[in-house]
């Protein structure tokens, strides 16, 4: 099976993105990490998760700026702080803190532990696991950036969680999917996880990031200018 799951090797190279990560690990992107293109990134992202080009693509093609190569990115390019990759993430720690490229369990526990009682996650505790993240790095972090670029690339990370491990139109995900995605970078296949039978398009994501920026109480401490992603 070309699409069996195989944890990434000492040599293979891996993004600050569970997303990209669980599809390298797969064989849907390159096991080694290197020399991926926006379409690769695109039609990956498609078959696997059903996730529409107006979605990607445009994020697709920022992060292809973290890259020296032309059209060609690794997947640790990824890590350059600022580009997409923020602070406050759910599972990896701030740049000035630490390891910001690979998987942290003491700083995922926010996001595993959140929405206590019920076996699944959604847009109110997403929201309210952003705003615990945000206050954590503000206690911890003097080089904190926090300003609207990173809340919108947070909110979007938050929706893409939600929609690709549950249903996107109600953004409500089971937590051992969810839990299964970031820890060990897989698809929850044996566990029962399907593909979405709707493509979740940038209308279907951005439903869900308003219930999450509204639950989030987010304010900003820097401000930025407005980002130009395409025409
Ligand atoms: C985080 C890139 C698509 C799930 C990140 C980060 C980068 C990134 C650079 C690090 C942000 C941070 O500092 O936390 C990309 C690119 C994508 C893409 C270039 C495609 C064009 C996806 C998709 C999913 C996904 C489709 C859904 C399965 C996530 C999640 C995080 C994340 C949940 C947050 C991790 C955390 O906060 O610890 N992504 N990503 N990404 N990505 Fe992706
Ligand atoms: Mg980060």
């Not at 979605?55 to 992060?63: M, R, S, T």
């Not at 954590?136 to 950036?145: D, G, M, V």
Request: charged share 20%.
């Amino acid at each position: 099976d070309p699409h069996a799951f195989i944890p990434a090797k000492s040599t293979d190279l891996r993004a600050p993105c569970p997303g990209l990560n669980t599809l390298a690990n797969h064989g849907y992107l390159p096991r080694d990490g290197r020399n991926i293109t926006v379409p690769m990134i695109v039609q990956s992202f498609e078959e696997v998760f059903n996730l529409g080009v107006d979605a990607l693509q445009p994020f697709a093609k920022f992060g292809l700026l973290s890259s020296a190569a032309p059209d060609t990115l690794n997947l640790d390019d990824l890590v350059e702080h600022s580009l997409i990759e923020h602070d406050a993430s759910l599972s990896r720690l701030d740049t000035a803190l630490g390891d910001s490229l690979h998987f942290n369990e003491q700083q995922f526990s926010t996001l595993a532990n959140s929405n206590p009682g019920v076996d699944y996650y959604n847009t109110t505790s997403a929201g309210q696991v952003q705003f615990e993240m945000l206050a954590q790095s503000i206690r911890l972090n003097p080089n904190l950036t926090n300003t609207p670029k990173e809340f919108k690339i947070r909110t979007r990370e938050s929706a893409f969680y939600l929609s690709t491990m549950g249903d996107p139109l109600t953004g409500i995900a089971p937590k051992n999917f969810v839990q299964i995605l970031f820890r060990e970078e897989r698809l929850p296949i044996a566990e029962g996880w399907k593909k979405s039978t709707t493509v979740i398009t940038a209308a279907v994501l951005g439903a869900l990031q308003n219930v999450i920026v509204a639950n989030s109480n987010w304010t900003a401490t820097q401000a930025c200018e407005t980002e130009i992603l395409g025409p």
